[in-house]
């Protein structure tokens, strides 16, 4: 049994957590550079902001509607992430972080009432880090999935699903023909995996539900569609499909993580191993046209090994602006790894992601004012992008890896100066990370 557990409209109730009067009102989070909404609170989206809406088309709201915009921080989230993730694994023996606010737990062997273990992991996370959750538990990833975005839609909008499906949501507990009704009050496009596209494709051929879909004759769909589909409808039906660390890529991320062959213990192993991962995160990045705002680095000892002394890091490197430019990128991994390593622990995994995403050459006007803020990458803009291209196509043609980013790029030690000149005008503190910008309570 496989369980998805997602933090509720995440970037929204980081903020919340810590400024309560955003407790009920209409909330949007806004890109670097406070270009686009990138997450929005129930009552935003209630008020018909859509994601990624440019922040200017929504600004009148705020004087009609009371709807409130923060600047995205990043190091917040991704902090507050990684204390979520850290509560999350102590319910299951397997965790598989699949974005800053998801992650999957493998409860294979594990007895008990699963609907008692969700809620109680709900609650902890909650009390522990503040951080509203929803809960799903299917027998593949797929259906977990699905069950996760019937217990939130439960909770969000009363009367879509059955109210004890709410918040926490066992497709195990249900018999087939409830499982059926659930099914046939969803769409197909709330699949995940199933995208726009496809959505609107199987549309037009009258597969509408995902009740539809699941009644498809497999191999028509292989042939008319892909076997991707055709995966997901077998897992829609019970059978996996995918394990742990298998899954297609999340939409808003882009995460490149592995377990090692053996323990590694020294910082120049992490280094090299985010380096890697950072350089083809990147690679995926440029491959999709996109643009990253921040890097989240995360390496961790392994829960197994019982008698190892336990540390998990997870840091996040907002950039001065938006890049796809592996130096960039891996440079800011490097310096992420190096600030969180401590000596003495047997790590055993480590990953690199890269959040705030958005399409490439949004903000090409500005490139040439913070070259130079950029350190040891101060090549034009132009010459940057082609050196990425012939990166990328000679690593295609000559097998990966061929050319690579050395991991000795001098990056400064100040996450100061890389965020220093992003707009972020309306950011909240970093009241976990910074001492000197801890909430204070007056008592
Ligand atoms: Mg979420």
């Not at 992650?103 to 699963?114: H, I, K, W």
């Not at 490439?360 to 132009?382: I, N, S, Y």
Request: net charge positive.
């Amino acid at each position: 049994m496989f369980a998805l557990v997602d933090a509720n409209n995440m970037y929204v109730s980081c903020e919340r957590v810590f400024a309560p009067r955003l407790a009920g009102r209409p909330v949007v989070v806004l890109s670097s550079n406070d270009g686009a909404c990138i997450a929005r609170s129930n009552e935003a989206k209630d008020l018909g902001v859509k994601m990624a809406q440019p922040w200017f088309q929504v600004r009148h709201l705020e004087r009609s509607a009371g709807l409130i915009a923060v600047s995205a921080n990043f190091e917040l989230y991704g902090d507050m992430s990684s204390r979520m993730m850290a509560i999350e694994a102590r319910f299951a023996p397997r965790q598989e972080i699949y974005s800053i606010d998801e992650s999957f737990l493998d409860f294979a062997g594990v007895r008990g009432d699963l609907v008692a273990i969700g809620r109680a992991m709900r609650a902890d996370v909650l009390r522990e880090t503040g951080l509203p959750t929803s809960v799903g538990f299917g027998l593949t990833k797929t259906l977990a999935k699905l069950a996760n975005h019937v217990a939130k839609t439960a909770d969000r909008k009363p009367g879509t699903y059955p109210a004890d499906l709410a918040q926490v949501c066992n497709f195990g507990t249900l018999s087939n023909n409830e499982l059926e009704q659930i099914f046939a009050a969803t769409e197909v496009g709330d699949i995940w995996g199933v995208g726009q596209r496809i959505g609107a494709r199987l549309g037009d051929a009258g597969v509408r539900t995902v009740l539809d879909l699941v009644r498809c004759d497999t191999a028509t769909l292989r042939k008319q569609f892909s076997v991707v589909l055709e995966k997901t409808v077998l897992e829609l039906r019970g059978t996996s499909c995918m394990d742990l660390d298998d899954a297609p890529a999340a939409r808003h991320q882009i995460l490149v993580s592995r377990s090692f062959g053996k323990a590694v213990t020294e910082l120049s192993g992490i280094v090299e191993a985010v380096s890697e991962f950072a350089a083809r995160a990147a690679e995926r990045l440029r491959q999709q046209d996109g643009a990253a705002g921040a890097v989240n680095v995360f390496f961790t000892t392994s829960a197994f090994r019982q008698n190892d002394q336990q540390h998990s890091a997870s840091v996040t490197v907002p950039l001065i602006r938006p890049t796809a430019d592996s130096r960039l990128l891996v440079g800011a991994a490097v310096q992420a790894a190096t600030g969180a390593y401590r000596t003495g622990f047997n790590y055993a995994k480590a990953g690199v992601m890269l959040v705030d995403l958005q399409p490439a050459g949004q903000h090409q006007g500005e490139l040439d004012l913070f070259a130079d803020a950029e350190e040891g990458v101060k090549a034009r803009p132009r010459d940057r992008a082609a050196l990425m291209q012939a990166m990328d196509s000679l690593n295609r043609r000559f097998g990966r890896d061929s050319v690579r980013i050395g991991s000795a790029l001098q990056v400064s030690n100040s996450n100061e100066v890389r965020s220093w000149s992003t707009r972020q005008e309306r950011r909240s503190p970093r009241y976990t990370t910074r001492w000197d910008e801890m909430p204070r309570v007056r008592a």
